[in-house]
């Protein structure tokens, strides 16, 4: 973390892999992969509503938290590659 002479604290830029899935039977979501070898074509588990829903990933971005597609602190994570 970096502090700025004025006393506020200036934002990491921590890289994340954002994926757009396209789920199997509940339209399309932003999610967050921890597995950096995810690539597009890939068939994935993810949280969806209170269970699992599996998808194939669409789109994958390398995005800092302040250039994310969707805002970090409301973005999941994908569970699994499978």
Not at 47 to 74: I, L
Request: charged letters at 25%; a negative charge; proline letters at 6%.
């Amino acid at each position: 973390m970096i502090h700025s002479l004025s006393g506020g604290i200036i934002a990491d830029y921590e890289n994340l892999i954002y994926v757009f899935v396209d789920l199997d039977d509940a339209g399309k979501a932003w999610y967050i992969s921890p597995f950096p070898f995810i690539k597009v074509g890939d068939r994935v588990r993810v949280p969806s509503g209170r269970g699992s829903a599996d998808g194939k990933v669409m789109r994958v971005e390398n995005v800092t938290m302040q250039t994310a597609p969707y805002p970090v602190n409301r973005t999941r994570e994908i569970e699994a590659i499978l």
